[in-house]
């Protein structure tokens, strides 16, 4: 049997109270499922997204008010760099250096026993070229000799230096021998590729002619 509006009139305040609390509940679950939830997960994952942003601010803020002191110091590697490379040479400078810093040692007064380069050791961008070198002469010579070398354009290192057979030269003079070790460093040029298959093309296109 549906109930009528004028039906309401004759039911108990109690049961009034009850129906409107029961509709309360009803109207609050439905509004929970049907808007509250959804938007409540929206709202989560928007309050993530909004701290991902955030903080990709804060790390952009710092980098970009960092960014000239970033700019400066690659501009000083970039330089440093270019210095290196000038100071070491290609394949067809050693020979040349070589003589130099044999002609260093004669103009100081040595007499050269032994210079012989050794076998490259390459590295990663450089080969390293030692030279194993004995001279005779005198002690104030030989430190001429490595004062002329140190102030060479190319780098140049004189290690294992050894003294043999001192003797006197008149005049307070020290006549030694001495035994070291001149290395220099060679700039690895990069080989250049050709592109892929025109060697092949190139040995097929021989094959075909006639």
Same mark, same amino acid.
Do not use: W
């Given at each position: 049997?549906? %109930?009528? %509006? ?8 109690? =049961? ?6 029961? &509709? ?9 499922? %049907?808007?509250?939830? /959804? *938007?409540?997960?929206?709202? *989560?994952?928007? +309050? ?11 790390? =952009?803020?710092?980098? *970009?008010?960092?960014?000239? /002191? ?9 330089? =440093?760099?270019?210095?290196?490379? +000038? ?9 040349? %250096?070589?003589? $130099?810093? #044999?002609?260093?040692?004669?103009? #100081? ?9 050794? *076998? +490259? ?35 140049? $290192?004189? #290690?294992?230096?050894?003294? #043999? ?5 008149? +005049?307070?003079?020290? =006549? ?6 001149? &290395? ?27």
């Amino acid at each position: 049997m549906a %109930l009528k %509006l004028g039906d309401l009139g004759r039911v108990p305040p109690k =049961q009034k109270l009850f129906l409107v609390v029961l &509709t309360c509940l009803l109207m609050g679950v439905g509004y929970y499922y %049907l808007y509250y939830s /959804a *938007a409540a997960v929206q709202m *989560a994952d928007l +309050e993530k997204k909004l701290g991902e942003l955030e903080h990709e601010i804060k790390t =952009q803020a710092a980098i *970009a008010q960092n960014l000239p /002191a970033f700019k400066a110091e690659v501009r000083r590697l970039e330089e =440093q760099l270019a210095l290196l490379l +000038e100071q070491l040479p290609n394949s067809a400078e050693i020979p040349s %250096l070589l003589k $130099n810093i #044999s002609d260093l040692g004669k103009e #100081s007064g040595l007499d050269f026993l032994k210079f012989a380069p050794s *076998a +490259e050791i390459k590295k990663d961008f450089y080969a390293e070229i030692p030279v194993s070198i004995i001279v005779d002469g005198e002690y104030h010579s030989f430190v001429l000799f490595a004062d002329k070398v140190s102030h060479l354009p190319r780098i140049v $290192n004189i #290690s294992d230096i050894s003294f #043999s057979g001192p003797k006197s030269g008149g +005049e307070d003079r020290m =006549q030694v021998k001495v035994s070291c070790t001149a &290395t220099t460093y060679r700039f690895m040029e990069q080989a250049k590729q050709e592109p892929a298959g025109a060697g092949k093309g190139a040995a097929a296109g021989k094959g075909t002619a006639k």
